[in-house]
């Protein structure tokens, strides 16, 4: 028997499509993406959904991860390099509960891994995915407040301001003083925001065999780097973008080349904040 | 003609019956509601705010008018600086530090419920555990020291001078405030006005950082009309936030750490007066302009000055109309 009209209101907006989006918004993120793919580095507006979670708090990245999932990924998702951080474990039980995908924690065994404010320290491979959450994905905002003049300077390849804004830093301060979200040019000419990663992993964007999304759910951007995109730091030659300072070795694996932070304020504990690739260097 | 007496007796009396809320008791439950009508209005009594809520037929603005208006000429005692022993944690958690002195303590989360909208009771149910008793209680304020001051090696500009604030309700508020009357003028902000002046203010910066959040409920004592001695009389619950943001520091790069507090347990407030007053102590080129805070954050001012163009502006309006005319005349000729 065919259902009433009343069944059919009843049951309108109640069910769940696959992975969480319907298949309308999933198209639209899927063209910005492309889009984004096609012009790497530049900003593209996507007609950004309001997510289950906060603003600012990944929906961005939640978005892409969505649209892109299928039933055979194995997703990770990573909130400073750790996997058990409550927000990054509400989106990534989200994901397995509507996409019906395995997850991991794993950063070799996963297909996406989506990731807030850390590029994951084990390399990946050309067949994984890697997406990033960004809160600001306009690298001129601190110095053209006015978003249409911004986007008219990216037009015209005039990132001007950007100059003048780390020859300001170097000459008051002897360096850039922004902390994570350097700016980065893209293969040579575009310029884009990293997310607020730190320095340690903006060193760490140039060539990578796997492509590179990021996504600005409350800002509405989707920004890209297609798989061995040319990425290097803003920077005047004779002045590299230097990584962050780090104090000891991690109390866990030991390792004095990973990216580490101060486990508590100044109690000379450092500690990897790649808990993936910390585990993987211990167990070693 | 509306809204004078020439109108119809039977239109006004129609017109407040159709404003009457449904009648019926005040709305349990609403927890976080009650929490910010209360600290909208610096008056926390949760009876009082549940009954303003339902006479206001839901309108946070109408019922902080209410809170306010039976606040206003009640008596106030003066009640002694709450001790830090008098402030029981409930709820602490720092953004910058993993493991902070005397810990983390997650308490009551809203931010990390679920945000799908439930058509049935028990549907999408995450399977919610009972709370149990932790092992040991939360410390207070005394057994945990703020995370801001274990900063002290980092290049921080020195907050302006710290001192009580005097209560907004009963005095005037004068420019440039004190820290502390700026502090207390922002603690009863309107919630949204508070987060739009925090969205703008981080606009100017580069990064904010949540030190710390506090949730605690505080005694409050006043002195025993005998003795003199500081006796509990209450107890108020109260959200802290402490922010470090950047901020130039005798011409060197360093930072600044925002304070905000306000009363009942709508964290967001506390975070954003924290921001807010970061980006005061940061100043700078572009920095907003505290007059232009603390003319925005007050929700009844603000919200009694959009209403008020519903008050006939019939003779006003002719002058203001008059001068254009005027103007417009002389060019004719």
Same mark, same amino acid.
């Given at each position: ?5 009343a +069944? /059919?209101? !009843? ?9 969480? /989006? ?6 639209? %993120?899927?063209?910005?993406? /492309? ?6 580095? !530049? ?17 961005g ?50 297909t ?8 994951? +320290? ?11 959450q ?25 990132v ?16 850039? %003083? ?23 992993? %903006? ?16 800002l ?41 932070? +101060? ?5 000379? %504990? ?9 585990r +993987?260097?211990?167990?070693? | ?22 009648p019926?008791?005040?709305p349990? &439950?609403?927890?976080?509601? @009650? ?14 705010? #549940? ?40 709820r #602490? ?6 493991? @902070? ?46 995370v801001?001051?274990?900063?002290? $090696? ?6 302006p001078?710290?001192g ?27 919630? &949204? ?8 203010? $981080?606009?100017r ?37 402490? @922010? ?24 967001? #407030? ?7 007053? &970061? ?28 209403? $008020?163009?519903?008050l006939? $502006?019939?003779?006003s309006?002719?002058?203001y ?13």
């Amino acid at each position: 028997m065919s259902p009433t009209v009343a +069944e /059919l209101a !009843r049951a309108h907006a109640r069910a769940m499509p696959y992975a969480y /989006l319907d298949e309308g918004s999933k198209r639209e %993120v899927r063209r910005a993406t /492309l889009k984004a793919l096609a012009l790497p580095g !530049r900003q593209v507006p996507f007609a950004s959904r309001e997510m289950p979670v906060a603003r600012g708090w990944g929906s961005g990245g939640l978005q892409l991860t969505l649209s892109l999932v299928g039933p055979g990924d194995v997703v990770k998702v990573i909130d400073q390099g750790d996997d058990a951080s409550l927000n990054a474990s509400a989106m990534r039980d989200l994901i397995a509960r509507t996409a019906g995908v395995e997850t991991t924690t794993s950063t070799r065994a996963a297909t996406i891994v989506q990731s807030r404010h850390r590029l994951p +320290e084990l390399p990946l491979r050309a067949d994984q995915l890697l997406v990033l959450q960004m809160p600001h994905p306009e690298p001129l905002r601190r110095v053209v407040r006015d978003p249409a003049r911004a986007a008219r300077l990216h037009a015209d390849g005039d990132v001007t301001p950007a100059w003048v804004e780390l020859f300001d830093d170097e000459v008051r301060h002897g360096g850039p %003083v922004g902390g994570a979200d350097h700016p980065i040019l893209v293969a040579g000419r575009t310029l884009a925001s990293p997310s607020p990663v730190p320095r340690y992993d %903006v060193l760490r964007l140039d060539r990578r065999p796997h492509p590179i999304l990021l996504g600005a759910g409350r800002l509405a951007r989707i920004t890209a780097l297609p798989p061995w995109t040319p990425v290097a730091p803003l920077a005047f030659d004779d002045r590299p973008l230097a990584p962050e300072p780090m104090g000891g070795p991690c109390d866990r694996c030991a390792s004095t080349t990973s990216y580490r932070v +101060e486990v508590r304020p100044g109690g000379g %504990v450092w500690r990897c904040s790649d808990v993936d690739a910390c585990r +993987e260097r211990a167990q070693a | 003609m509306y809204a004078t007496l020439h109108a119809s007796e039977r239109a006004v009396a129609a017109a407040r019956r159709l404003a009457a809320p449904e009648p019926g008791p005040p709305p349990d &439950g609403l927890r976080l509601l @009650v929490d910010q009508v209360c600290a909208e209005a610096g008056t926390y009594d949760e009876d009082a705010a #549940r009954r303003a809520l339902a006479q206001a037929d839901g309108d946070v603005a109408g019922a902080v008018t209410l809170l306010r208006v039976w606040a206003a000429t009640l008596p106030a005692l003066a009640s002694a600086i709450v001790a830090p022993e008098d402030e029981r944690l409930t709820r #602490r958690v720092s953004a910058a530090f993993a493991d @902070v002195p005397a810990g983390q303590w997650l308490g009551a989360a809203p931010q990390m419920r679920s945000r799908l909208l439930r058509w049935e009771p028990d549907e999408g149910g995450e399977g919610e555990p009972d709370v149990v008793d932790a092992d040991e209680a939360p410390p207070t304020r005394a057994a945990a020291p703020r995370v801001g001051d274990l900063l002290a $090696h980092l290049p921080i500009a020195a907050p302006p001078p710290e001192g009580d604030g005097p209560d907004p309700a009963l005095q005037p508020l004068t420019l440039p405030a004190t820290r502390g009357a700026r502090l207390a003028a922002l603690a009863r902000g309107e919630t &949204g006005a508070l987060v739009a002046l925090a969205a703008l203010g $981080h606009a100017r910066q580069r990064e904010e950082v949540l030190l710390e959040a506090t949730q605690a409920i505080v005694g409050v004592r006043i002195p025993h009309p005998r003795t003199g001695a500081p006796v509990r009389v209450a107890g108020a619950p109260v959200s802290r936030a402490e @922010v470090i943001t950047d901020a130039e520091v005798d011409g060197r790069p360093g930072f600044a750490i925002g304070f905000g507090a306000t009363l009942g347990r709508v964290e967001r #407030r506390a975070i954003a007066i924290a921001i807010v007053d &970061g980006g005061l102590q940061a100043g700078g080129e572009g920095a907003l302009r505290e007059s232009e805070i603390l003319a925005a954050a007050d929700g009844l001012a603000t919200s009694g000055f959009v209403e $008020h163009l519903c008050l006939p $502006h019939y003779a006003s309006f002719a002058s203001y109309l008059s001068r254009v005319a005027a103007d417009a005349e002389e060019d004719d000729e």
